[in-house]
């Protein structure tokens, strides 16, 4: 599997997970992280990343890196996210600014200079989740983090309308054991490994372009 893959958040939880899986199938991974200095993965097909995504600068410096590398990217997996108001009842300004700097914006702004590299045949997959889904919304806690993944789903569909030649797909990882809330490490269905294999068998199959898709389930999401 000669194919190259940016995976941003593989320094810990789903995305360590999905960088050691895509290493072990044969891709080639460039994985990011703040620090740019992943310990836990030693692979010849590995290329650590820094990048910060609530810096433009940071934004802008990967970029440079990854053009002056790669000259063709077949796969991005927008993984990284954070979700600070998790099981929050109240909005409140910090965590509203920073869950949006990185769940949206920092991956708005990282994948636009990106598209120009992707191949014909290549895919643009966004983690998202079920909690962004308006049509299935009941309950009323995280807002900052349910709102931040409904706007992704929706520049999911935007670059999906954009870009014919290019699948593009927001995908559901499950309800998985992370660090990402005390609630989801506490009660947590998937493990992040079981978590990486699903997204992955998704991310080969033909799937449609402009889909929502639970990954856990193996079922289309309503948006």
Same mark, same amino acid.
């Given at each position: 599997?000669? @194919? ?11 995305g /360590?997970a ?10 080639t ?7 740019g200095?992943?310990?836990?993965i @030693?692979?010849?097909?590995?290329h650590p990343?820094? /990048?910060?995504?609530?810096?433009i600068?940071? $934004? ?8 002056d590398?790669?000259? @063709?990217?077949d ?8 979700? %600070?108001? =998790?099981?929050? /009842?109240? %909005?409140d300004?910090?965590? /509203? ?14 994948? &636009?200079p =990106?598209?120009?590299? $992707? ?12 909690m ?10 995280s ?9 992704l ?19 559901? %990882?499950?309800?998985?054991?992370t660090? $990402?809330?005390?609630t ?5 269905? =998937?493990? %992040? &490994?079981?978590s ?9 199959s ?14 289309? =999401?309503p948006?």
């Open positions: 599997m000669n @194919q190259t893959v940016l995976l941003t958040g593989a320094s810990r939880g789903i /360590l999905l960088a050691k899986t895509l290493l072990a199938r044969g891709y991974v460039i994985g990011t992280s703040r620090s200095v992943i310990d836990s @030693q692979h010849e097909n590995f990343l820094a /990048l910060d995504s609530t810096r600068e940071s $934004i802008e410096e990967s970029h440079k890196e990854i053009f590398r790669f000259d @063709q990217i796969s991005i997996i927008n993984n990284a996210g954070m979700g %600070p108001d =998790l099981d929050q /009842l109240i %909005p300004a910090v965590s /509203l600014n920073s869950t949006f700097e990185v769940n949206i914006e920092g991956v708005v702004l990282l994948t &636009e =990106l598209l120009e590299r $992707i191949s014909d045949s290549g895919s643009v997959l966004m983690i998202s989740s079920k962004g889904s308006i049509e299935k919304c009941i309950a009323f806690d807002v900052g983090y349910r709102v931040s993944k409904s706007a789903n929706m520049y999911t569909k935007i670059l999906a309308n954009r870009l014919p030649s290019i699948k593009v797909a927001a995908v559901h %990882p499950g309800y998985v054991k660090e $990402i809330s005390e989801a490490l506490l009660y947590g269905r =998937l493990s %992040p &490994e079981q990486a294999v699903n997204v992955l068998s998704f991310m080969e033909d799937f449609k372009s402009g889909i929502f898709w639970d990954s856990e389930t193996g079922s289309e =999401l948006w």
